[in-house]
Antibody, heavy 118, light 110 residues
């Protein structure tokens, strides 16, 4: 059974940093591109970032470019999102999701909540 | 990276059909057959319902169908059931290699 379990969320002050993790199991993690998607409270889904299967290619939404870094450790079956210079507008539930086919997301974790507030 | 445009809400009675539109641009929806649709129930993770414009993953009811014309994609749910009440999101690949979601549509089953 495919499982994605996010962790690392919490309350952080504006300008602070946080690293999210996503532990993957039930599939060959190193064969799949992975994404982070976020959802602010009561709002819609917003794509954040993508990493390819071996970690050599990454891409970001303009809203997080230069502040967030996606990475992965295929030996540990874990996806990461390093978030720096956090802003109030980064407050959201952050989902880890698996790329499937050309551009779909077939499995999602339950999310980890990030709150940026003083 | 503007969000794709979806109606904020749609509604229908049990047994009826509804259609949700998703309008993008020639740099995303119109450029690629890489539109997908997601169902999200309250406090749950999204679920993939349609990929590559019109394909259903295994296990998704054939009451869900989708298509695309130009810069607009559409999701149709036929034979509405109470459990279909949820938020629905479209997503597309973009010419810059990123992904973009629609703003979401709340489906109410009357």
């Amino acid at each position: 059974e495919v499982q994605l379990v996010e962790s690392g969320g919490g309350l952080v002050q504006p300008g602070g940093s946080l690293r999210l993790s996503c532990a993957a199991s039930g599939f060959t993690f190193g064969s799949h591109w992975m994404h982070w998607v976020r959802q602010a409270p009561g709002k819609g889904l917003v794509w954040v970032s993508r990493i390819n299967s071996d970690g050599t290619s990454t891409i970001y939404a303009d809203s997080v470019k230069g502040r967030f870094t996606i990475s992965r450790d295929n030996a540990k079956n874990t996806l990461y999102l390093q978030m720096n210079s956090l802003r109030a507008e980064d407050t959201a539930l952050y989902y880890c999701t698996r790329n499937w086919g050309s551009a779909a997301f077939d499995f999602w974790g339950q999310g980890t909540m990030v709150t940026v507030s003083s | 990276q503007s969000a794709l445009t979806q109606p904020a809400s749609v509604s229908g009675s049990p047994g009826q059909s509804i259609t949700i539109s998703c309008t993008g641009t020639s740099s995303d929806v119109g450029a690629y057959n890489y539109v997908s649709w997601y169902q999200q129930h309250p406090n749950k993770a999204p679920k993939l319902m349609i990929y590559d414009v019109s394909n259903r993953p295994s296990g998704v009811s054939n009451r869900f169908s989708a298509s695309k014309s130009g810069n607009t994609a559409s999701l149709t749910i036929s034979g509405l059931q109470a459990e279909d009440e949820a938020d629905y999101y479209c997503s597309s690949y973009t010419s810059s290699g990123t992904r973009v979601f629609g703003g979401g549509t709340k489906l109410t089953v009357l």
